[in-house]
Protein backbone atom coordinates (compact mmCIF):
# COMPACT_ATOMS: atom_id res chain seq x y z
CA UNK A 1 0.00 0.00 0.00
CA UNK A 2 1.20 3.17 -1.00
CA UNK A 3 1.18 6.10 1.33
CA UNK A 4 -0.25 9.41 0.04
CA UNK A 5 2.31 12.01 -0.36
CA UNK A 6 -0.71 14.28 0.71
CA UNK A 7 -3.77 14.55 2.40
CA UNK A 8 -7.00 13.89 -0.46
CA UNK A 9 -10.34 15.62 -0.81
CA UNK A 10 -13.21 13.11 -0.33
CA UNK A 11 -13.83 13.22 -4.02
CA UNK A 12 -10.02 12.59 -4.80
CA UNK A 13 -10.29 9.80 -2.50
CA UNK A 14 -13.47 8.45 -4.10
CA UNK A 15 -12.29 9.03 -7.51
CA UNK A 16 -9.48 7.02 -6.71
CA UNK A 17 -11.35 4.12 -5.32
CA UNK A 18 -13.71 4.06 -8.25
CA UNK A 19 -10.47 3.92 -10.90
CA UNK A 20 -8.93 0.76 -8.69
CA UNK A 21 -12.30 -1.00 -8.20
CA UNK A 22 -12.92 -0.61 -12.37
CA UNK A 23 -9.94 -3.18 -13.22
CA UNK A 24 -11.68 -5.75 -11.46
CA UNK A 25 -14.08 -8.05 -13.50
CA UNK A 26 -16.22 -10.43 -11.81
CA UNK A 27 -18.80 -12.77 -12.53
CA UNK A 28 -21.54 -12.85 -9.42
CA UNK A 29 -23.95 -15.45 -8.79
CA UNK A 30 -27.09 -14.14 -6.68
CA UNK A 31 -30.75 -13.96 -5.82
CA UNK A 32 -32.50 -10.60 -6.75
CA UNK A 33 -34.04 -8.82 -3.55
CA UNK A 34 -35.49 -5.93 -5.06
CA UNK A 35 -35.67 -4.47 -8.77
CA UNK A 36 -36.32 -0.33 -9.51
CA UNK A 37 -37.21 -0.11 -13.20
CA UNK A 38 -39.14 2.82 -13.62
CA UNK A 39 -39.91 4.03 -17.43
CA UNK A 40 -37.50 7.05 -17.83
CA UNK A 41 -34.92 5.73 -16.11
CA UNK A 42 -31.45 5.07 -18.10
CA UNK A 43 -30.54 2.17 -15.96
CA UNK A 44 -32.62 -0.51 -14.30
CA UNK A 45 -31.22 -0.71 -10.21
CA UNK A 46 -31.10 -3.83 -8.24
CA UNK A 47 -30.12 -5.59 -5.37
CA UNK A 48 -28.60 -9.31 -5.15
CA UNK A 49 -27.94 -11.36 -1.98
CA UNK A 50 -26.32 -14.57 -0.64
CA UNK A 51 -27.87 -14.53 2.79
CA UNK A 52 -25.05 -13.19 4.26
CA UNK A 53 -24.10 -10.42 1.73
CA UNK A 54 -25.73 -7.64 -0.57
CA UNK A 55 -24.47 -6.33 -3.62
CA UNK A 56 -25.99 -2.96 -5.07
CA UNK A 57 -25.88 -3.43 -8.90
CA UNK A 58 -27.07 -1.21 -12.38
CA UNK A 59 -27.36 -2.40 -15.85
CA UNK A 60 -28.05 0.45 -18.43
CA UNK A 61 -31.30 0.60 -20.02
CA UNK A 62 -30.06 -1.05 -23.41
CA UNK A 63 -28.09 -3.67 -21.65
CA UNK A 64 -30.89 -4.73 -19.59
CA UNK A 65 -33.02 -4.92 -22.17
CA UNK A 66 -30.38 -6.88 -25.09
CA UNK A 67 -30.97 -9.29 -21.85
CA UNK A 68 -34.42 -10.73 -22.05
CA UNK A 69 -34.51 -11.30 -18.67
CA UNK A 70 -37.82 -10.27 -16.76
CA UNK A 71 -36.50 -9.83 -13.72
CA UNK A 72 -38.75 -9.89 -10.60
CA UNK A 73 -37.68 -10.91 -6.72
CA UNK A 74 -36.48 -14.09 -5.84
CA UNK A 75 -34.43 -14.94 -9.41
CA UNK A 76 -31.42 -16.42 -9.42
CA UNK A 77 -29.13 -14.50 -11.84
CA UNK A 78 -26.07 -14.72 -13.18
CA UNK A 79 -24.48 -11.43 -13.62
CA UNK A 80 -21.09 -10.42 -15.27
CA UNK A 81 -19.60 -6.64 -15.01
CA UNK A 82 -17.18 -5.12 -13.04
CA UNK A 83 -16.98 -2.60 -9.71
CA UNK A 84 -17.05 0.59 -9.44
CA UNK A 85 -18.12 3.49 -7.62
CA UNK A 86 -20.95 6.35 -7.50
CA UNK A 87 -18.58 9.43 -6.42
CA UNK A 88 -21.51 11.58 -5.16
CA UNK A 89 -23.45 9.20 -2.92
CA UNK A 90 -20.32 7.36 -2.11
CA UNK A 91 -21.35 3.97 -2.83
CA UNK A 92 -20.11 1.19 -4.19
CA UNK A 93 -21.89 -0.87 -7.17
CA UNK A 94 -21.66 -3.11 -9.63
CA UNK A 95 -21.84 -2.13 -13.05
CA UNK A 96 -23.46 -5.20 -14.68
CA UNK A 97 -22.84 -6.26 -18.80
CA UNK A 98 -24.89 -9.40 -18.92
CA UNK A 99 -27.49 -10.93 -17.05
CA UNK A 100 -28.98 -14.52 -17.06
CA UNK A 101 -31.20 -16.92 -15.13
CA UNK A 102 -29.62 -18.96 -13.25
CA UNK A 103 -31.17 -22.41 -11.77
CA UNK A 104 -34.67 -21.72 -10.36
CA UNK A 105 -34.26 -18.97 -12.22
CA UNK A 106 -34.32 -20.55 -15.74
CA UNK A 107 -36.98 -22.66 -15.08
CA UNK A 108 -39.20 -20.02 -13.65
CA UNK A 109 -38.44 -18.15 -16.59
CA UNK A 110 -39.06 -21.40 -19.12
CA UNK A 111 -42.77 -21.41 -16.70
CA UNK A 112 -43.25 -18.13 -17.90
CA UNK A 113 -42.89 -18.50 -21.38
CA UNK A 114 -45.61 -21.14 -21.54
CA UNK A 115 -48.04 -19.52 -19.41
CA UNK A 116 -47.83 -16.59 -21.68
CA UNK A 117 -48.42 -18.71 -24.60
CA UNK A 118 -51.18 -20.97 -22.97
CA UNK A 119 -52.95 -17.63 -21.68
CA UNK A 120 -52.41 -16.08 -25.15
CA UNK A 121 -54.48 -19.40 -26.40
CA UNK A 122 -57.47 -18.66 -23.94
CA UNK A 123 -56.96 -21.53 -22.18
CA UNK A 124 -56.74 -19.74 -18.83
CA UNK A 125 -59.56 -17.47 -19.44
CA UNK A 126 -62.28 -17.64 -16.71
CA UNK A 127 -64.73 -17.52 -19.94
CA UNK A 128 -63.34 -21.69 -19.80
CA UNK A 129 -63.84 -21.98 -16.88
CA UNK A 130 -66.81 -24.88 -15.60
CA UNK A 131 -68.90 -24.87 -12.72
CA UNK A 132 -68.48 -27.88 -10.43
CA UNK A 133 -70.85 -30.04 -9.77
CA UNK A 134 -73.37 -29.72 -6.78
CA UNK A 135 -73.89 -33.35 -5.80
CA UNK A 136 -71.43 -35.71 -7.70
CA UNK A 137 -71.94 -38.59 -8.26
CA UNK A 138 -68.70 -39.92 -9.09
CA UNK A 139 -65.16 -38.11 -7.79
CA UNK A 140 -61.76 -39.04 -10.26
CA UNK A 141 -58.77 -38.51 -8.37
CA UNK A 142 -55.27 -38.81 -9.91
CA UNK A 143 -52.76 -38.49 -7.70
CA UNK A 144 -49.81 -40.65 -6.63
CA UNK A 145 -51.18 -43.78 -5.16
CA UNK A 146 -48.08 -43.99 -2.17
CA UNK A 147 -48.03 -40.17 -1.33
CA UNK A 148 -49.85 -38.36 1.24
CA UNK A 149 -52.32 -36.88 -0.87
CA UNK A 150 -54.30 -39.51 -1.74
CA UNK A 151 -54.51 -40.52 2.23
CA UNK A 152 -55.72 -36.29 2.90
CA UNK A 153 -58.47 -36.78 0.04
CA UNK A 154 -59.92 -40.09 0.73
CA UNK A 155 -59.94 -38.83 4.55
CA UNK A 156 -61.59 -35.64 3.64
CA UNK A 157 -64.18 -37.32 0.94
CA UNK A 158 -65.17 -39.91 3.49
CA UNK A 159 -65.88 -37.42 6.26
CA UNK A 160 -67.78 -34.98 3.82
CA UNK A 161 -69.52 -36.67 1.03
CA UNK A 162 -69.28 -40.37 2.02
CA UNK A 163 -72.40 -41.11 -1.00
CA UNK A 164 -69.71 -40.39 -3.92
CA UNK A 165 -68.27 -43.11 -5.47
CA UNK A 166 -64.19 -42.58 -5.93
CA UNK A 167 -62.41 -43.47 -8.73
CA UNK A 168 -58.61 -42.93 -8.80
CA UNK A 169 -55.81 -43.11 -10.85
CA UNK A 170 -52.44 -43.89 -9.63
CA UNK A 171 -49.64 -42.02 -11.09
CA UNK A 172 -46.21 -40.42 -10.66
CA UNK A 173 -46.29 -37.27 -10.15
CA UNK A 174 -42.64 -36.40 -10.42
CA UNK A 175 -39.72 -37.44 -12.10
CA UNK A 176 -38.63 -37.65 -15.56
CA UNK A 177 -41.90 -40.13 -16.84
CA UNK A 178 -44.38 -37.98 -14.20
CA UNK A 179 -45.68 -35.58 -17.39
CA UNK A 180 -46.89 -38.49 -19.64
CA UNK A 181 -48.27 -40.61 -16.83
CA UNK A 182 -50.13 -37.76 -15.68
CA UNK A 183 -51.63 -36.86 -19.10
CA UNK A 184 -52.51 -40.15 -19.54
CA UNK A 185 -54.23 -40.29 -16.04
CA UNK A 186 -56.39 -37.54 -16.63
CA UNK A 187 -57.37 -39.34 -19.96
CA UNK A 188 -58.32 -42.28 -18.17
CA UNK A 189 -59.93 -40.76 -15.79
CA UNK A 190 -61.69 -38.85 -18.34
CA UNK A 191 -63.31 -41.91 -20.06
CA UNK A 192 -65.01 -43.22 -16.96
CA UNK A 193 -68.01 -40.91 -16.58
CA UNK A 194 -66.81 -38.99 -13.72
CA UNK A 195 -68.70 -35.90 -12.25
CA UNK A 196 -65.27 -34.13 -10.74
CA UNK A 197 -61.82 -34.84 -11.33
CA UNK A 198 -59.30 -33.55 -8.64
CA UNK A 199 -55.34 -33.43 -9.54
CA UNK A 200 -53.47 -33.08 -6.41
CA UNK A 201 -49.98 -33.98 -5.02
CA UNK A 202 -48.18 -33.07 -1.57
CA UNK A 203 -46.09 -30.03 -1.21
CA UNK A 204 -41.97 -30.08 -2.66
CA UNK A 205 -39.64 -27.68 -4.29
CA UNK A 206 -39.90 -25.94 -7.12
CA UNK A 207 -37.95 -28.48 -9.26
CA UNK A 208 -40.27 -31.03 -7.59
CA UNK A 209 -43.66 -29.40 -8.98
CA UNK A 210 -42.17 -28.92 -12.50
CA UNK A 211 -44.56 -31.52 -14.35
CA UNK A 212 -47.80 -29.25 -13.16
CA UNK A 213 -46.29 -26.97 -15.27
CA UNK A 214 -46.05 -28.91 -18.22
CA UNK A 215 -47.73 -27.74 -21.23
CA UNK A 216 -48.98 -30.93 -21.82
CA UNK A 217 -50.50 -31.47 -18.77
CA UNK A 218 -52.04 -28.33 -19.03
CA UNK A 219 -53.81 -28.94 -22.27
CA UNK A 220 -54.88 -32.47 -20.96
CA UNK A 221 -56.16 -30.45 -17.76
CA UNK A 222 -58.48 -28.54 -20.82
CA UNK A 223 -59.15 -31.26 -22.64
CA UNK A 224 -60.87 -33.28 -19.54
CA UNK A 225 -64.88 -33.88 -20.31
CA UNK A 226 -65.24 -32.81 -16.20
CA UNK A 227 -64.47 -29.79 -14.30
CA UNK A 228 -61.34 -30.21 -13.00
CA UNK A 229 -59.69 -29.30 -9.24
CA UNK A 230 -56.06 -28.66 -8.76
CA UNK A 231 -54.91 -29.33 -5.41
CA UNK A 232 -51.36 -29.08 -5.68
CA UNK A 233 -48.29 -28.08 -3.26
CA UNK A 234 -49.07 -26.17 -0.61
CA UNK A 235 -50.69 -22.35 -0.17
CA UNK A 236 -48.30 -20.27 -1.62
CA UNK A 237 -47.10 -22.96 -4.60
CA UNK A 238 -49.04 -22.13 -7.87
CA UNK A 239 -48.29 -23.94 -11.48
CA UNK A 240 -49.60 -24.09 -14.50
CA UNK A 241 -52.00 -26.68 -14.11
CA UNK A 242 -53.40 -24.28 -11.52
CA UNK A 243 -54.00 -21.48 -13.66
CA UNK A 244 -56.01 -23.49 -16.47
CA UNK A 245 -57.71 -25.85 -13.72
CA UNK A 246 -61.59 -24.79 -13.24
CA UNK A 247 -60.72 -24.12 -9.72
CA UNK A 248 -57.35 -23.95 -8.18
CA UNK A 249 -57.23 -25.07 -4.60
CA UNK A 250 -54.20 -24.52 -1.82
CA UNK A 251 -54.02 -28.11 -0.92
CA UNK A 252 -55.16 -31.82 -1.65
CA UNK A 253 -57.47 -31.31 1.44
CA UNK A 254 -58.83 -28.17 -0.20
CA UNK A 255 -59.34 -29.61 -3.35
CA UNK A 256 -61.48 -32.34 -2.02
CA UNK A 257 -63.57 -29.78 0.42
CA UNK A 258 -64.11 -27.78 -2.90
CA UNK A 259 -65.93 -30.72 -4.47
CA UNK A 260 -67.77 -32.27 -2.13
CA UNK A 261 -70.43 -30.72 0.48
CA UNK A 262 -70.15 -31.49 3.78
CA UNK A 263 -72.75 -33.58 5.13
CA UNK A 264 -74.40 -31.25 7.45
CA UNK A 265 -74.61 -28.89 4.74
CA UNK A 266 -76.58 -31.31 2.42
CA UNK A 267 -78.64 -32.35 4.83
CA UNK A 268 -79.46 -28.61 5.77
CA UNK A 269 -80.24 -28.00 1.96
CA UNK A 270 -82.59 -31.12 1.90
CA UNK A 271 -84.59 -30.16 5.35
CA UNK A 272 -84.62 -26.09 3.85
CA UNK A 273 -86.01 -27.69 0.47
CA UNK A 274 -88.52 -30.03 1.88
CA UNK A 275 -89.66 -27.20 4.38
CA UNK A 276 -90.64 -25.39 0.88
CA UNK A 277 -92.27 -28.29 -0.37
CA UNK A 278 -94.15 -29.38 2.35
CA UNK A 279 -95.26 -24.78 2.15
CA UNK A 280 -96.33 -24.88 -1.36
CA UNK A 281 -98.42 -28.34 -0.94
CA UNK A 282 -100.16 -26.92 1.58
CA UNK A 283 -101.10 -23.85 0.12
CA UNK A 284 -101.94 -26.10 -2.98
CA UNK A 285 -104.51 -27.83 -1.22
CA UNK A 286 -105.75 -24.79 0.24
CA UNK A 287 -106.52 -23.01 -3.11
CA UNK A 288 -107.94 -26.99 -4.14
CA UNK A 289 -109.89 -26.76 -1.07
CA UNK A 290 -111.20 -23.40 -1.40
CA UNK A 291 -111.97 -23.94 -5.05
CA UNK A 292 -114.40 -26.78 -4.62
CA UNK A 293 -116.12 -24.90 -2.11
CA UNK A 294 -116.86 -22.12 -4.60
CA UNK A 295 -118.18 -24.82 -7.07
CA UNK A 296 -120.40 -26.59 -4.83
CA UNK A 297 -122.10 -23.34 -3.76
CA UNK A 298 -122.98 -23.07 -7.16
CA UNK A 299 -126.68 -23.42 -8.05
CA UNK A 300 -126.01 -25.64 -11.45
CA UNK A 301 -124.23 -28.38 -9.41
CA UNK A 302 -127.12 -28.69 -6.56
CA UNK A 303 -129.80 -28.52 -9.14
CA UNK A 304 -129.49 -29.78 -12.54
CA UNK A 305 -132.58 -28.50 -13.86
CA UNK A 306 -130.89 -25.04 -13.35
CA UNK A 307 -128.14 -26.28 -16.26
CA UNK A 308 -131.22 -26.94 -18.41
CA UNK A 309 -133.79 -24.27 -17.40
CA UNK A 310 -132.85 -21.71 -20.62
CA UNK A 311 -132.21 -24.60 -22.87
CA UNK A 312 -135.79 -25.83 -21.77
CA UNK A 313 -137.58 -22.33 -21.96
CA UNK A 314 -136.16 -21.73 -25.59
CA UNK A 315 -137.70 -25.13 -26.81
CA UNK A 316 -141.23 -24.32 -25.50
CA UNK A 317 -140.98 -20.80 -27.43
CA UNK A 318 -140.36 -22.50 -30.31
CA UNK A 319 -142.94 -25.44 -29.79
CA UNK A 320 -145.23 -22.39 -29.46
CA UNK A 321 -144.13 -20.49 -32.20
CA UNK A 322 -144.29 -23.62 -34.25
CA UNK A 323 -148.14 -24.30 -33.15
CA UNK A 324 -148.65 -20.83 -34.12
CA UNK A 325 -147.22 -20.82 -37.55
CA UNK A 326 -148.40 -24.12 -38.87
CA UNK A 327 -152.20 -23.90 -38.79
CA UNK A 328 -151.95 -20.58 -40.52
CA UNK A 329 -149.63 -21.44 -42.91
CA UNK A 330 -151.90 -24.51 -44.25
CA UNK A 331 -154.63 -22.04 -44.50
CA UNK A 332 -152.85 -20.12 -46.60
CA UNK A 333 -151.75 -22.84 -49.14
CA UNK A 334 -155.42 -24.04 -49.08
CA UNK A 335 -156.53 -20.73 -49.97
CA UNK A 336 -153.91 -20.35 -52.41
CA UNK A 337 -154.97 -23.67 -53.66
CA UNK A 338 -158.02 -22.87 -53.92
CA UNK A 339 -157.64 -19.72 -56.07
CA UNK A 340 -155.83 -21.54 -58.27
CA UNK A 341 -158.75 -24.10 -59.60
CA UNK A 342 -160.92 -20.92 -59.63
CA UNK A 343 -158.55 -19.40 -61.74
CA UNK A 344 -157.83 -22.10 -64.43
CA UNK A 345 -159.68 -21.89 -67.35
CA UNK A 346 -162.65 -24.35 -68.00
CA UNK A 347 -161.55 -26.30 -70.74
CA UNK A 348 -158.18 -26.81 -68.47
CA UNK A 349 -160.45 -27.91 -65.91
CA UNK A 350 -162.38 -30.20 -67.64
CA UNK A 351 -159.40 -31.43 -69.15
CA UNK A 352 -158.05 -32.36 -66.00
CA UNK A 353 -160.93 -34.06 -64.83
CA UNK A 354 -161.10 -36.02 -67.82
CA UNK A 355 -157.18 -37.06 -67.33
CA UNK A 356 -157.91 -37.84 -63.17
CA UNK A 357 -160.96 -40.37 -64.81
CA UNK A 358 -158.71 -41.90 -67.30
CA UNK A 359 -156.08 -42.56 -64.72
CA UNK A 360 -158.54 -44.09 -62.00
CA UNK A 361 -159.82 -46.31 -65.06
CA UNK A 362 -156.03 -47.70 -65.74
CA UNK A 363 -155.73 -48.50 -62.20
CA UNK A 364 -158.64 -50.33 -62.10
CA UNK A 365 -157.51 -52.13 -64.94
CA UNK A 366 -154.19 -52.82 -63.54
CA UNK A 367 -155.78 -54.11 -60.19
CA UNK A 368 -157.41 -56.56 -62.37
CA UNK A 369 -154.61 -57.98 -64.26
CA UNK A 370 -152.19 -57.85 -61.16
CA UNK A 371 -151.88 -61.51 -59.77
CA UNK A 372 -152.01 -60.38 -56.64
CA UNK A 373 -155.91 -59.74 -57.76
CA UNK A 374 -156.04 -63.21 -58.62
CA UNK A 375 -154.71 -64.86 -55.76
CA UNK A 376 -157.08 -62.65 -53.84
CA UNK A 377 -160.02 -64.58 -55.40
CA UNK A 378 -158.66 -68.04 -54.16
CA UNK A 379 -156.10 -69.08 -56.81
CA UNK A 380 -152.51 -69.96 -55.62
CA UNK A 381 -149.05 -70.05 -57.56
CA UNK A 382 -146.73 -73.20 -57.32
CA UNK A 383 -142.79 -72.71 -57.25
CA UNK A 384 -140.07 -75.48 -57.03
CA UNK A 385 -138.39 -75.53 -54.24
CA UNK A 386 -135.57 -73.03 -54.27
CA UNK A 387 -138.80 -70.31 -55.00
CA UNK A 388 -137.02 -68.80 -58.41
CA UNK A 389 -139.22 -71.20 -60.73
CA UNK A 390 -142.94 -71.46 -61.04
CA UNK A 391 -144.46 -74.88 -61.66
CA UNK A 392 -147.00 -74.86 -64.91
CA UNK A 393 -147.12 -78.87 -65.46
CA UNK A 394 -147.74 -81.37 -62.51
CA UNK A 395 -145.17 -83.24 -65.07
CA UNK A 396 -142.34 -81.26 -63.64
CA UNK A 397 -143.23 -82.78 -60.31
CA UNK A 398 -142.08 -86.12 -58.90
CA UNK A 399 -143.61 -87.72 -55.49
CA UNK A 400 -141.15 -86.34 -52.78
CA UNK A 401 -140.41 -82.90 -54.28
CA UNK A 402 -140.81 -80.33 -52.02
CA UNK A 403 -142.09 -77.29 -53.62
CA UNK A 404 -143.25 -73.53 -51.90
CA UNK A 405 -147.21 -72.09 -52.84
CA UNK A 406 -147.47 -68.28 -53.13
CA UNK A 407 -151.04 -67.81 -51.70
CA UNK A 408 -152.67 -64.51 -51.28
CA UNK A 409 -151.72 -64.11 -47.54
CA UNK A 410 -147.81 -65.69 -46.96
CA UNK A 411 -146.00 -68.43 -48.54
CA UNK A 412 -146.57 -72.71 -47.79
CA UNK A 413 -143.77 -75.54 -47.78
CA UNK A 414 -145.58 -78.23 -49.63
CA UNK A 415 -144.24 -82.58 -50.16
CA UNK A 416 -145.90 -83.55 -53.18
CA UNK A 417 -147.00 -87.19 -52.47
CA UNK A 418 -148.31 -88.16 -55.67
CA UNK A 419 -148.99 -86.99 -59.47
CA UNK A 420 -151.58 -87.18 -61.94
CA UNK A 421 -150.25 -86.06 -65.26
CA UNK A 422 -153.51 -86.61 -67.45
CA UNK A 423 -156.29 -85.22 -64.92
CA UNK A 424 -154.18 -82.20 -64.48
CA UNK A 425 -153.92 -82.48 -68.28
CA UNK A 426 -157.60 -82.87 -68.79
Same mark, same amino acid.
Given at each position: ?307 ? *? ?5 ? #?????? !?? &?? +?? @? %? =? ?62 ? *? ?5 ? #?????? !?? &?? +?? @? %? =? ?11
Amino acid at each position: MIEPTRALTVSEAMFAAKRALEHLALRVIGEVSEVTDRPGYKAVYFTLGDGASVLPCLAWRDVFDSCGVTMRAGMLVEVTGGMTAYAAKGRMQFQVRSIAAAGEGVLRMQVAAVARKLEAEGLMGPGRKRDLPPYPDRIGLVTSPRGKAVHDVIRTLRRRYPAAELVVAGVPVEGVAAVAHIVDGLRRIGEEGVDVIILARGGGSYEDLMPFNDEAVARAIAACPAPVVTGIGHEPDTTIADMVADVRASTPTAAAEAVAPATQEVEARFAGAGALLARSLRHAAQRASHRLESLSGRPVLSDPRTLL *ATPAQRL #DLAAAG !LD &RA +LP @G %C =LSRERERLAYARLSLPRAARENLLRRSEQERLMAARLADLSPLGILGRGYAVCYDESGRRVVRS *AGELRPG #DRVRVR !LH &RG +LA @G %C =LVESVDQEETDG
